[in-house]
């Protein structure tokens, strides 16, 4: 079994920065992807970044040029920079990962408040 733990989310005033954190731990083999999900309340869940074991990236449009995913593939760790939040990205934030190309775990997320 595979447990994510996130860590770093909180309430910060637009325009201002938070960094998530979320470390893999258990019967992990070949990892492929980890990245970041968002859940907005009565929406499904959306992508917000991955990022490969080989270190290619994927971002949403909405957080482009703000948000930087990077990674420890040593710590199993992935992480997620978020700068010039908005109001608007006031969410529940989701670790994923993706193993062996078929198995896919999540966190238990994490709240990010960003007040106006």
């Known amino acids: 079994q595979v447990q994510l733990v996130e860590s770093g989310g909180g309430l910060v005033q637009a325009g201002g920065s938070l960094r998530l954190s979320c470390a893999a731990s258990g019967s992990i083999f070949s990892i492929n992807a980890m990245g970041w999900y968002r859940q907005f309340p009565g929406k499904q869940r959306e992508l917000v970044a991955i990022?490969?074991?080989?270190?290619?990236?994927t971002y949403a449009e909405s957080v482009k040029a703000r948000f930087t995913i990077s990674r420890d593939n040593a710590k199993n760790t992935v992480y997620l920079q978020m700068n010039s939040l908005k109001p608007e990205d006031t969410a529940v934030y989701y670790c994923?990962?993706?193993?062996?190309?078929?198995?896919?775990?999540w966190g238990q997320g994490t709240q990010v408040t960003v007040t106006s």
């Open positions: 994923w990962l993706l193993a062996r190309t078929v198995y896919t775990y």
């Open positions: 990022i490969t074991r080989g270190g290619d990236t």
